[in-house]
């Protein structure tokens, strides 16, 4: 690829929400050219570094280059309708941010703000307390509070792209650009703290468009919710928009969630394993392993008995080592055989006694020869 489509697909992979390690890797090219024509860009002024890992593409200063270049400046991927897009695609939507000021912003001094620069507002308030403004900047309904702001994506509005992550920095870049950079300019005022933009995502929805499981739920007339351990729902089967989606919805986890999900629709459709055959082969599993503990315990049992077995002829072995075992004699002759020393004698007390006069002589007579007694 020569510089300008290089350039050009920079700008739109940052339009996209990329990264500059994600670009770099996605274009194939070293490392110090990518950094030439990202450095080209930023001084340009067509890449701008608006937060923490995130850039936005100056729409002014693109036009600019493009046109001279002979190109067409690409813009970001934003729509009211998916039709357009292949299964599994994330639209992002349903986004609210909020944003602490950075400076004492009081009531008084947000209205007179409000009125100098000309924005349509409205007072709100809870219980009729008056506790802020609210007006349109875009796409994006603001509400300005004592603290901070949020901003509330419109309804229809939505990002989409083949990664979640991606979904969610297109609406992070168009939050900025048409929200806080433009009142940034007009307070005068920097908004960041340090170098970045501090601010939080307060609800966040992604949902994987034309997905089967959904369909399959529309079809049923049935609803699909999912809870976590805690009862918090973060997935949810979504027919508002006739697209048969499958939504993650927990605002803190809803991109990862998303990514979860998609990875393992998308496995089911490459391999052609359906839910069904994944509860058949856990089925089968189960009666394996009933069979398997069938056995194990058997297995148990003999290894229990063999165990025993072991252990008392381990004890019949110390005894004939340590002399405690009583061997069975039936005669004055047998009775000499196993005995080795005359406490041995002991062990036959009873047996002795029972000895005749004749067999007691004997016994004595050998116990003599034998151990000098």
């Not at 989409?160 to 168009?174: K, M, P, Q, R, W």
């Not at 165990?307 to 075992?325: A, I, M, P, W």
């Not at 002589?361 to 003599?368: M, P, Y």
């Amino acid at each position: 690829m020569n510089k300008d489509v290089l350039l050009k697909k920079i700008v739109e992979l940052v339009n996209e929400g990329a990264t500059p390690e994600d670009i770099y890797l996605r274009l194939g090219i070293s490392r110090r050219s990518f950094y030439r024509l990202w450095s080209y860009l930023k001084g340009l002024g067509v890449v701008e570094k608006i937060g923490y890992g995130v850039y936005s593409v100056n729409q002014t200063s693109s036009s600019n280059l493009f046109q001279a270049i002979g190109n067409e400046s690409p813009q970001s991927v934003k729509a009211n309708s998916d039709d357009e897009y292949p299964v599994g695609t994330d639209r992002a939507h349903a986004f609210i941010f909020t944003m602490p000021f950075p400076f004492t912003f009081p009531l008084r001094k947000q209205e007179k703000f409000l009125k100098n620069l000309g924005f349509d507002y409205k007072s709100i308030g809870v219980s009729g307390l008056w506790r802020g403004f609210s007006f349109l900047m875009g796409d994006w309904l603001v509400k300005f509070h004592p603290k901070s702001l949020t901003a509330t994506l419109r309804k229809g509005v939505s990002f989409f792209s083949s990664d979640s992550h991606e979904a969610y920095l297109l609406a992070v870049n168009d939050f900025l650009e048409k929200v806080v950079v433009p009142l940034e300019r007009s307070t005068k005022v920097s908004w960041k703290r340090g170098k970045e933009y501090r601010f939080k995502t307060s609800r966040q929805h992604h949902a994987r468009i034309k997905d089967s499981v959904a369909k399959g739920y529309r079809l049923k007339k049935q609803k699909l919710h999912v809870r976590d351990e805690e009862g918090t729902l973060w997935l949810l089967a979504d027919f508002s928009f006739s697209a048969d989606e499958l939504e993650s919805v927990a605002k803190d986890s809803a991109v990862r969630d998303y990514r979860v999900v998609n990875r393992f629709m998308n496995s089911v459709r490459d391999t052609g394993v359906t839910m069904q055959d994944v509860l058949n082969m856990f089925a089968q599993s189960q009666e394996q392993m009933g069979y398997y503990a069938e056995n194990m315990v058997s297995h148990v049992k003999a290894v229990q008995k063999l165990g025993s077995g072991v252990e008392e002829l381990t004890n019949v072995v110390k005894d004939l080592k340590g002399g405690n075992l009583k061997r069975e004699v039936d005669s004055v002759d047998d009775l000499m055989m196993v005995v080795e020393s005359i406490d041995d004698l002991e062990k036959y007390r009873d047996f002795v006694e029972g000895l005749s006069s004749d067999d007691k002589l004997r016994l004595t007579d050998w116990i003599s020869d034998t151990f000098g007694k």
